[in-house]
């Protein structure tokens, strides 16, 4: 009698682990089945470290480049989208933030900074195609 119960209670959580691998199966498929994707970002430097060249092609993530910059220097974005929207947020390693922009499109402006830091630029994209300069302007 003892034994039939064991092997009863063993068959259910045998057909627990079951339903639990089928549950997680198909969370998988559905995942992956719904083209769910990262994208692409190619970041190319220039070789004097004073300008980036980003291109996004269907880009949800984010990612990031740095580029030291004294005091008084200017930095000139261009961001051009032929789909989805680009964030940027430009964070001085000290801690300033001179520039912080969401859902921007196709847009060309300058930010000059005020003292002599490494700066981050993080880069998330929403579905985005397209690309973004960054160049020093001394």
Same mark, same amino acid.
């Given at each position: 009698?003892?034994?039939?119960?064991?092997?009863?209670?063993?068959?259910?959580?045998?057909?627990?682990?079951?339903?639990?691998?089928?549950?997680?199966?198909?969370?998988?498929?559905?995942?992956?089945?719904?083209?769910?994707?990262?994208?692409?970002?190619?970041?190319?430097?220039?070789?004097?470290?004073?300008?980036?060249?980003?291109?996004?092609?269907?880009?949800?993530?984010?990612?990031?480049?740095?580029?030291?910059?004294? *005091? +008084?220097?200017?930095?000139?974005?261009? &961001?051009?989208? /032929? =789909?989805?929207?680009?964030?940027?947020?430009?964070?001085?390693?000290?801690?300033?933030?001179?520039?912080?922009?969401?859902?921007?499109?196709?847009?060309?402006?300058?930010?000059?900074?005020?003292?002599?830091?490494?700066?981050?630029?993080?880069? *998330? +994209?929403?579905?985005?195609?397209?690309? &973004?300069?960054? /160049? =020093?302007?001394?």
């Amino acid at each position: 009698m003892f034994s039939i119960e064991m092997k009863k209670a063993e068959q259910r959580f045998n057909m627990k682990k079951a339903i639990y691998a089928l549950i997680i199966s198909m969370f998988y498929f559905f995942v992956w089945g719904c083209g769910f994707s990262f994208g692409t970002i190619i970041i190319t430097e220039s070789e004097a470290q004073d300008e980036f060249l980003i291109k996004l092609n269907d880009y949800n993530d984010r990612k990031e480049c740095r580029i030291t910059l004294g *005091k +008084g220097e200017s930095i000139q974005i261009e &961001i051009e989208t /032929k =789909k989805g929207t680009v964030s940027l947020d430009m964070v001085g390693k000290k801690g300033s933030n001179p520039y912080s922009g969401n859902k921007l499109e196709n847009i060309r402006f300058m930010v000059a900074v005020t003292e002599a830091d490494v700066y981050t630029f993080n880069v *998330k +994209g929403n579905k985005a195609t397209g690309t &973004i300069k960054i /160049k =020093k302007i001394s």
